[in-house]
């Protein structure tokens, strides 16, 4: 227990050192570039939640993520609400897309489930094509760019990155939150064995609906910090691949970890233009080694990796090892 | 086929239940009552559908007949998530632990149908729910303690020796706060000694908590020495029912064990 306490607390501290010194290490453009890696490190901290405590495969998540942005360029270029005060919504008209999009989740599992979502991501880029006199079709929708506060008037990038930072913790504490305690436990269990699960008491509709409705309110709050960053948004954001990406974000970084999400967020934008400055012609090989070097390196993904480690540097003393899970 | 004995009152009264598995007629017309405070042993050769009437009872099993009651209230058509929370509480024969959870927060999802799983409250009353798994996790490791398995709590469920699952799975049941609990097979792995040690944990557990136990066990020692009554189920029927002294001298069971018919 106190073991526990000491090492969330030590990843916090950790994990805000950092983020304070992002700023002052990079440049104006790769903030920028760090801030859209923390929009898709919000939508794979909900699919962590959703895959990862849930057991609930959703390839869908990058829609959700896309349905998140449209909320927010709508309300914003089509209504005049303010940027940011469109993200509550955001994250509420995204939880109620969701909600549709796990009903079938009541019923089917794993690859069905997947292919099911997929589905509805295959669609999404045409229906907001078909949808144009509310989308912008093809041309898309603009989206104010945000106002730094006077202190920070020759900043923006940094107030950008500010703001896609508060959002995430927003949504880190969302997950801890749900992830802690009674709410936590029936989640897990439900992943590793329904059966045992409902013997328990658990209410198995209502567990996977909710964690699909905090899953896809986080993938729109995302989504709507994306279109704030971009200032621009159109079918070309959203198409089906971007759902397998930010799958692919969650299992590299760790899809049981929150500060493994940031690390999935980070990897899905900066990994495959590196690989490709490597070599342009090898850049798709080169990243598609890396991926499977981390899959045979840490199977948990790399916070799992470094959990791990640190378990191995620490519990020596203890035999039967520390149950897993820790959530940080 | 049931006596009952004095002013008799059955927490479970389950009448006629059968329960048909494709060709397999599982069980066949069986009833069995356990009373108030009562240790009652079901016992039977392997096949006799012991498993099966407690997967009736917990409703993971529709049977399709009969009736099951829970101290008078009809439960056969309960929900299976509702029957935790009307007092039956089991442990399952193959071990039905979480092995990527510890120790205690498996003994925690015990106390979970108290708690319900609030999303909401979860969400916006983080202090209320601090302080309610504070209260929980007192409670387990009360459990766990006198259980004697304090030591553990932290561990892996899947790291501990078949055994001690079990055990860890009596715990959880317990911090269900049951009126009722089924074991299926609790003592399964133990050595003798530990058996006689385990029977009397039985008998405290069930002297501190006023609980009603329905136990399935091969243990022949166990069974005898621990229970009140005793209903014997063979080829999915009733067989005989009685206090240990009567079942160790009846015909029909010693048969029944010998394998042959009776
Ligand atoms: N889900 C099922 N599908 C088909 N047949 C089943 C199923 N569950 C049990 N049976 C059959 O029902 C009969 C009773 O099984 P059950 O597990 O209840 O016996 P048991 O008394 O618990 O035996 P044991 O002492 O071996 O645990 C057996 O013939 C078994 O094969
Ligand atoms: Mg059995």
Redesign the interface.
Known sequence: ?RNSVVRTAATIVGFLLVAALLPVCLSGFQLQQVSIAISYAIAILGLNLLMGFAGQICLAQGTLFGIGAYVTAILNATYGVHPLATLPAAAAVTALAGLVVGLPALRLQGLQLAIITFGVAAAFPQLLLKLGTWTGGVSGLPIDSLEPPAFLADYSELWLYLVSLGCACVAAM?VR??L????G??L??QR??S??A???????T??KL?AFA?SSALAGLAGGVFAILNGFISPQSFLAPLSITIVIGSIVGGSTSIVGAFVGGLFITFVPTWTSNINLALGNVIYALALIGIMLLARGGVAGLVDRLTAALTTRS?P??????SAN | MQEHIGAYLPVLAANGVSVRFGGVQALDNVSLDVGDGEICGLIGPNGAGKTTFLNAI?C?TRPQRGSIQLSGRTISDAA??????LGIA?T?QNV?V??????L?NV??????K?????VR??LN?VG??A??KA?RRQAEAILEELGMSA?S????D??PYPLQKRMEIA?ALA?EPRLLLLDEPAGGLTHGEVSEFGKLITTIRHSRKLSILLIEHHMGLVMSLCDRIHVFHLGRNLASGRPKEIRTNEAVIAAYLGRSE
């Open positions: 227990m969302i939150l749900v802690f305690g009674d709410v436990r029936a897990r269990a590793d064995s059966q045992i409902e013997a328990l008491g658990v209410n198995l209502k567990t909710w905090i203890n039967n090892g520390k149950a897993g899970q | 917990t993971l299976v998530r509702d029957i935790i929370g089991r399952f039905g979480y092995g990527s959870l510890s120790v927060e925690m999802l015990g106390a979970h149908h708690m319900g799983g609030k999303f979860a969400l983080p729910a601090w309610e798994e929980v553990l932290a561990a892996r469920a790291s501990l959880r269900a």
